[in-house]
């Protein structure tokens, strides 16, 4: 078995947006993969099945699940894990990932990833999900930690735990979210490098990288992981710092909001090649 | 463990409730300014279905504002989440809520106009389905012959000139004189994607009618002259299988 569950290249790669599909076509090796939200391909036919399928003809796809809700108290939508199941048999993604969060409640759908506390209790409901995800899909996930705005009193572990735990006992691999981890650090007052000092990376299939916004509270900033601006400088610098200790790794620039000119984005997975390559050379020598 | 799993639970009720409420959840971790934080999930949850609705609702959003369009999208986010992640097939029922919606009674066409917007969405996801040989149309008699159609074809009509009101409302458009009454329409999608709205006449469309329903082109031809709607279907590659037999 693979160490960690995903096939994507060590390069940069983007968020994978419609109105670029031309400029995609006609920018061959813009960077070394593309990612997909899983619920935008669940329609029955039409223009996002044929894009995909032409885009996966020339790139690994990374399928991103925003709908599962891992962290649900309640059981796992059967229906939805069929169908991620009929997308990834149909398009074979280099990778799988989802969310340490929650996002449906009862039958209501509620289109946004909500926090956890993190107890022994939702420990145990998160991995029996990813279990019952990984047998259902036939291969093995990658589990994204969140962005939070709030955190819990009846949490009893730190989230880096946490995290290293459930992929110890479900056989996940993880996404390090760099963004998230600096949104998060920032909102609850801690530092993002002791965050990241103890983070698993051995077990680290992917990276995501993204913009956020900041609003003043009374004792300091807050900051929303809102995915509709450049990468701040601080989050490529931990970055850079991560890639140096981990090696070079599969890293996507998420931008979903105010989405730029295809331009805007290439630059920035030119960024990222910059310091993966760094990496390599570093290597090498 | 029951009873864990029970404030697991409990939790995200909480939560779940304060989303839509002013309130903001117990069991939250003391920090500064926790209810702004938490305003943080309630935006994105009613922000985030709203835009939703204004990208499948366009329309209907530029007829009444956008302030208006978010306060009918939330209540009918508050009222009838999404029943699944796939939020492409959320919103089957905005028409009818907006019809049921007090302060939009003003505008009775508007849940037709959400009914046009929502049937051209039905059609861009649709099904692929293989354009079928028209040889069969065009040898001996074909009113015995039925048709199935591409899964995207939808007949539409309203009381209302909804079909107008929708081309006025689109970007560029050169708004045009308003009919009065009834207006129908074909909604399909075509092979390079672009689902148009193709106006027809009121007997054009009880024959689409009839054919989409799998009835026999003489049959169909009982509500009127169907060659006009199978020039266009044939021009479109509307039509994917034919069956039965020429006379």
Redesign the interface.
Known sequence: MLLIPTSLPARSGLGFKPEHYPQILASPEATGFYEVHA??Y?????????MLERLRADYPISLHG????IG???AL?R??LA?LRVLIECYQPASFSEHLA????G??????L??L?Y????LA?ICAHIEQTQEALGRRMLLENPAT???????TWGEVDFLREIARRSGCGLLLDVNNVFVSAT??RFDPRAYLAEFPLELVGEIHLAGHDSEE????P?L?DSHARPVADPVWTLFAEVIARAGPLPALVEWDNDIPEFAVLQAEAARADGILKGARDDCAA | ?TA??D???A???R??NA?WTTATPD????????E???L??RN??QH??CS?LSQRFAVVERLVGAAFFTAMGRAFAASH??????????GAEFAGFIEGFPPAAGLPYLGDVARLEWARGLA?????APVADPAALTRGDPSGLRLTLA??VAAFGSAWPVVSIWTNNQPGAEAQPLPTGAEFALIA?LPA?EVPVIPLEAADCAVLRELHAGRSLGAAAGHGDPTRILALLLKHGLITAITGETL
Not at chain 1, 119 to 122: A, H, K, N, V, Y
Not at chain 2, 81 to 90: E, G, H, N, R
Not at chain 2, 124 to 128: E, K, M, N, P, W
Request: glycine residues 8%.
């Open positions: 619920e935008n669940m329609g029955a036919g039409g223009a996002p099945h044929a925003v709908g599962l809700s649900g108290a309640g939508d229906d939805h169908r929650w996002s449906s409640h039958a209501a759908w509620l289109n946004d909500l926090p506390p107890t022994d209790e939702t409901v705005y709030v955190t819990f009193e009846d949490s909102n609850h509270l009374p004792d300091g807050l929303i | 463990m864990l799993l404030s697991h639970a939790m995200q009720a939560f779940h989303l069991g939250l971790a003391q920090a500064d300014a926790v702004r934080r938490f943080v999930y994105n949850v985030g279905l939703a989440p999404p029943q699944t992640p796939v939020l492409i097939d959320w861009y996801h649709a099904a692929d899964p995207s999608r994607f």
